[in-house]
Structures are given as C-alpha cells and as structure tokens.
C-alpha cells in the first residue's frame, strides 16, 4: 500500500523495518490555533518565539534575468546609487550637514600664551633634582669642603703633607662641578630665549640644553687638560695636584653662586639685565679667587710678576672667551630665521 507524505526508514536491524514519518513544518496559525480563543496578544507572541527560532537570511547571488523581452533588467535593490544632484546642495559642504567634517571655531582666534620657563615642569623638575643631589653631595663631601674653603686663603709650607681625599668625597666634588656647569648652561639657555631667539630647528628645547651642557663640559675638560699639560711642564706633580683639587673647588662655588640666579630669571621674572650684571659679578669673584690661588700656589716664589699675567691670560681668558663665542655661534646656527 503506498501512502503519501510518510519516508521509510530503516531501524538498521537486521530483519525489521519500521516506517516512521517525516514531520512536516508547523506554520503560525498551527501554532495560534493550539491557544484558546482568548488568548492576549502576548501570550500568542509567546507561543510563537518558542516555536520559531529566526534564522540567518541567504539574499540569492545570481542575476535577476526574469524580465520583459526588449527592456533591461531590474535594478537591484541592495544598490542605492543616487543622482549627482541629490548628493550635491547648498548644504553640502556644511559642518552641520555633515557631522563627520570638521566644523573649526567660531570667532576670532586669540594669541596663544607664550613659552614661559617657570611654567615648564621639566625645568622645574630638573632644578629641583639639582636641589636635592646639591644637599646630598655637600652632606656627603661636607669634610672635604669646609677644609678647602677653610685653608683656602691659607698657603701651607713647603714639605708640609696635605689631607688627602677620599674616592667618595672626590666623586661627589666632581657631582657638584657638573652642577656648576648645568647651571651655567640653564643661564646661557635664558639668555638666548630672550636674546637670540624663541625658535630652533630642534625638535624640543630641552636638546639645546643639552647641548650647551656638552659645550660646557667639553669647555671645562679641555681647560684642565691644557692646564695639566702646562703644570707639568713647568711645575711639579705636587703642586699640579693641588691645583686641579681648587679648580673643582673653584667650580663648585661658582655653581652656588649662579644658582640665585637662575631661581631669580626663572620664577621671579627677573630683569634678563639685572640677571647678567648678577652672573657678571659672580664671574668676576670666581676669576679673582682663581688668580689669586694661582699666584698662591705657582708664582708666589717667582720675581718676575709677569708670568701670571701671561699665565692667567694664556689658560683662563682665552679659553673663556673662546667657550662664549662657541655659545653664541651655536645658538645662532640653531635658530630658525624668518
């Protein structure tokens, strides 16, 4: 007997075959007509979301070509192509339009603030780090100080052996020559901001203080180096020795000194004028403390005077005017001309 609608299956034992049939799909009125006749309309949604699960939707791929022989084809739906006329207005172009364009400002623009160095929180930090190594270096090589400052405008006899210092207490007299030179170096760079220029081919202005830092460095190396070279030829290793220890000394004062002034120019708005007279008279002291240390060691036994004048100018006021003049031309091959 053949019956319609039904599938046979096999049980896949041996000898019996059982016909089972293939349910068919339900549809929403099947499902509504299950519901008495008062059913809400929510309780009919209900009873269909548990019945009908939504699926994704395949669109056919293949070209429509079910149309009227002599005209074309239909035009797909999923392409929403519009005329040149309706993408183009009056309005086309304006910010509110089109909220994904850049509407800029209302208004007239204001003149923006200018650099200032005491809002910069790297000068700021950096002059503070330079406070608080300056404390632990003169805690650290407080012995070493106090007796140079002490005997420095004392010359001791000849044969007279001298305290030495230790590795630590020298280390950190050479901490605070550096931060006599980056003190130096911060001056020249507030100098130059109000003296030269604001602008430079640099990408930040913390690149030339550092270069000024290696300029002054490199300045003060290359001085010792000549002084060495000299001392050795004319003096003995002795009195050489004695000398580099006042010139590190020399350099940590002239660091205190310069420090005021860079705290004035930099937070109080000093006078750029009244901050070079200051650095000026720092820098007077610090060369009549050199020659008279140099005399005091070198030429106090010598008749002839004229040797330190020689000596002085050859060693000390050469090289100084020589490290501004790299200063300046530095600054001015950096600096962008409009």
């Known amino acids: 007997m053949q019956q319609d609608s039904i599938a046979l299956q096999s049980t896949g034992i041996p000898g019996t075959d059982s016909v089972i049939a293939k349910p068919k799909p339900l549809t929403p009125a099947q499902v509504l007509g299950w519901l008495p006749h008062n059913a809400t309309p929510a309780q009919q949604d209900s009873a269909i979301q548990s019945r009908f699960k939504p699926s994704e939707i395949h669109w056919s791929e293949h070209p429509d070509t079910l149309h009227l022989p002599g005209h074309p084809p239909g035009v ?20 509110l339009f089109h909220p994904e364009l850049k509407g800029g400002r209302y208004g007239v623009a204001g003149d923006p603030v200018p650099y200032r160095v005491h809002n910069d929180n790297v000068i700021t930090s950096l002059l503070l780090a ?19 400052a002490k005997h420095f405008f004392y010359t001791p006899h000849e044969g007279t052996s001298e305290y030495s210092e230790t590795t630590n207490e020298l280390r950190f007299q050479i901490a605070l020559g550096l931060l006599g030179s980056l003190m130096i170096s911060l001056l020249f760079y507030f100098y130059t901001l109000e003296r030269i220029g604001e602008t430079f081919i640099l990408q930040s202005q913390y690149s030339l203080i550092a270069i000024f830092m290696g300029i002054t460095i490199t300045y003060f190396l290359l001085k010792m180096g000549l002084y060495t070279c000299t001392n050795l030829v004319f003096f003995d290793s002795k009195k050489n020795q004695q000398w ?3 010139i590190l000394f020399i350099l940590s004062v002239e660091g205190v000194l310069l420090f005021p002034a860079v705290l004035l120019g930099a937070y109080y708005e000093l006078d750029i004028e009244t901050v070079e007279y200051y650095v000026i008279i720092a820098l007077i002291l610090v060369k009549i403390l050199t020659f008279y240390k140099c005399y005091a060691i070198f030429f106090r036994r010598k008749v002839v005077q004229l040797q330190i004048i020689l000596y002085f100018c050859t060693l000390e006021m050469v090289p100084l005017l ?17």
């Open 322 to 338: 020589v490290f501004w003049g790299v200063l300046v031309i530095t600054a001015n091959s950096l600096k962008i001309n409009f």
């Open 130 to 148: 330079c406070f608080i190594f300056s404390v632990i270096a003169f805690a650290n090589a407080r012995r070493s100080i106090l007796r140079q």
């Open 76 to 95: 797909d739906l999923m392409k929403a192509d519009l005329p040149q006329y309706y993408k183009e207005s009056y309005f086309s172009k304006d910010s």
């Open 244 to 246: 580099i220890k006042t």
